[in-house]
């Protein structure tokens, strides 16, 4: 039997079509409604509310706990303002990506770091003759994410102030519905958006004041089918999707560096001695050979494709998580882990690893596609991610 | 055929016996299988000891099974059907339990009920397992070189090996060497925290062995038993339709169709040796056969120590025979139940107080429960036996068959499988009917610890001592494994230095039991690799 989130009274009575999936031994909604149309233009039209309480998530205290972090994590810890967040991936002694996620800054000595995979016994290893009291908050804390333009709108009722000073990536303390919560202004949609964090026992009352001071902006509880969608056009890998991580790789093919994720800003050489540091450095002198890179598939080639064939050219409306092989001439030199068709930008965007040598924005490269049963290859070009960033995401 | 001559005799139908048989006979060669017993498989069969009751008699779950020999021989064409045995649950001492179900989020609920770091570590375990198993593998599908002959050909092989070695990396080699070493007890501390949960694992590393959980070496045999897991589309433990012996029909059906011919009933007293070259088999009535190529698949001491007289081998060759272990320490209790037992463990109040997931009784009788509560509990087992008795609360492997599969037993009724440690073979003052009963007993009180309705659910039991493993399937001391899986019987050295590649000091004599590289479990490879060596030598 999978878990049920603190949600699950809530979700499960707005669930339309039985479209669930699993997330981290939890039951996810993939789309409430038929279909996750209406769902993904609420990111990007005006507030949608997804559930994601499933993700893994750490709470860090006592006096070595920025140590423990900082010898974990590839950003500087200890730059790191109490009330910031920062997003980080951690490494192996190798310097290959074990997850990535989101560490949250209460405090001088306190801390929340969110994951994708279980990373306890990771923290446990690293902490060891270290004064920190690690935590696995996991299934004791529950959390929203509200993200869309009017997110804001909606928050700000909620909580009955202004949130024009809670800036990109800083985290404030607040009450919703009388529920004490933390609002952190993260997301994964790369749109204006929130996350809220609470007591897993009081999560209900947060989720129902949300959705009455929600109402007049259109808020809408989302899956993860729109989710999915949005976080391609933002550019944001997903683990297990997009990478290996460097604890499961069976093959040294399968693993991945942050330089080859896209993820060397995040990488912290300078500061004192981390997980992968020596590795990161040699590689960092040398330059990966692999770079994440967007991919827009060139339409009037696809449509010539299904021309051929006598039919109007046809994309799924879910993102794909199939591996796409991609060729420049005959050589392949490369593959696509992530595809969707943007309902926005109205393209077909792919996040593509890529060999250095052709990893360059605007180089015309080839994304093999099946019409009809049969492979064919479509025109694509390397584009820079993200595909879609407003400024609404900062301002 | 009486005292007609074929290109093959092989003696005795266990599996490995028949997987030769038949690649021989896929050659074209004119095989003769002869079996002692009234049916094939040996310690793989299924048998109606009560009416409409099938046990499956010895062993009772397949993985190691090869898949080239699924393919090559088409076993689920001639009835190889692998049902799933997904669960283990393993009762604790103070009224909790531990499980390990299929599903792999489950699997972690239920472990971080016990221990949130150890719900970590179990996944990255059984990568670092998969790992080993991959390693090992090649050396499994592989003839074992000989390390003091300096021939081209072994020093190419041997070249091979060195370089797969190489090749798996300073971090997998140490963790190989680790394993190849140590007890599997020192092997799971490192890992985990959870006694019940260590416990549970080390029975892998004990079966079939004259070992304790904290008896060096036992961690190899751990991951024999992981080996079975990695070939991807395979299932790991799973259980056969109709029984075990369902798995030696498949194969004989294979040998048969063919063109082996499969005589039942017709013991083997000795092989003909004329010129230290091997011409026939000389049954116990005095029929004989002849044939050029005389294969074995009976374990080492009977081959070479019953059926070849000792002045036609080497006498060091025979020492080493006498010495390869084979002490048996491992006993079987087969049950015709009434009704369904039940865990007191698993019982919905029970499952609420310890904070457990609900689970219905049909579910997770369906996969096997373990009595293995505690290290010291399984390695007391091992201090029973250590000094001469059966264990008092013996380990136990537990299957219900029926459940999987409805046809083993009447309808609404049961049949139970019970594997349990130790029960040696050289117990004080050798074994009788008193004390097989005994044992028998000291089996279902340890049961009816934890599934107190057992007792009264029992219809007829067989009990099954190492001495009545010898004496059905001639199995010598009632290894199940023709010998033991130690560091210094395997690869080789299996069965003895020099001799590890199925052939004999006996010219055209060959061996091709569990006895021989890569050892016991329902494998095949060894009977497959024999009939490629000698297809190899004479074609
Ligand atoms: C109680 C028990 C439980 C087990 N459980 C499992 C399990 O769950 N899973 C697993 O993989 N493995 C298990 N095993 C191990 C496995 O069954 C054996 O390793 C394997 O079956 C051995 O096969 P074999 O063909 O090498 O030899 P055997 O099965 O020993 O075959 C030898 C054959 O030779 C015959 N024979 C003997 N003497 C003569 C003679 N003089 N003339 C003619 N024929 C003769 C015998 O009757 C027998 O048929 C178990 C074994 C036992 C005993």
Redesign the pocket.
Known sequence: MLKTTPFHPRTAALMEAQQWRRWAGFLAASAYEMSHEREYHAIRNSAALFDVSPLYKYHLRGRDATRLLDRVVTRNVAKCQPCQVMYTPWCDPRGKVIDDGTLHRFGEDNYRLTSADPNLRWLHQNARGMQVEIEDASERVASLSLQGPLSRSILEHAVGRDLGALKFFRLTNATIGGVSVVISRTGYTGDLGYEVWMDASEALPVWDALVVHGKPYGITPAGMLALDIARIEAGLILLDVDYVSARKALIPGQLSSPFELALGWTVSIDKQPFNGKPALAREKADGPSWSLMGLEIDWLTLERLYEDMGLAPRVAAAASRVSVPVYDGSKQVGYATSSAWSPLLKRYIALAHLEASSATPGKELEFEITVEHRRKRATARVRKLPFYDPARKRS | MRNGKVDAIV?????????CAAYLARAGKKVLV????HL??????TEEIVPGFKF??????????RPEIIRELDLPGHGLQILPLESTVTPMLDGNYLAAWGDHDETRRELYRHSPLDADAYDEFGILMHHMAHAVKPIIGMMPPDPTSLSPRELLSLGKLGGHMRSLGARKFYALHKLMTMSSADYLDEWFETDVLKATKSASGI??TFMGPRSPGSAYVLLHHYMGEIDGAFRAWGFQKGG?GGVSDAIAGAAKRLGAEIKLE????RVIVKNGRASGVA??NGDEYHADIVVS???PK?TFL??VEERELPGDFVANIKRFKTRGS???VNLALSELPRLTCMEPENIARWKGVPIPPERYLRGAISISPTMDYVERAYDDAKHGSFSKRPYMDVVIPSMIDPEMAPPGQHVMSI?CQYAPFAIEGGWDDAKREAFGDAVIDALAVHAPNIKSAIIARQV?TPAD?ER????TE?????GELALDQLFFLRPAPGYAKYRTPVDGFYQ????THPG????GA??RLAALTILGERS
């Not at chain 2, 091709?512 to 006895?515: D, I, K, P, R, W």
């Open positions: 003696i005795g139908a266990g599996h490995n016996g028949l997987i002869l079996e002692r017993r094939v498989g040996g310690a793989a069969v499956s008699e010895f062993s009772y779950v397949v993985s190691l099974l079966i079939g075990t017709a013991p083997v007293g049954l116990e698949g009976l374990d009977r019953k059926l491992s006993g079987k594997f099954l493993i059905i399937t001639g199995l009632g290894n199940i494994f023709q091709c039991g569990s006895g016991g479990g329902i494998m060894s009977g």
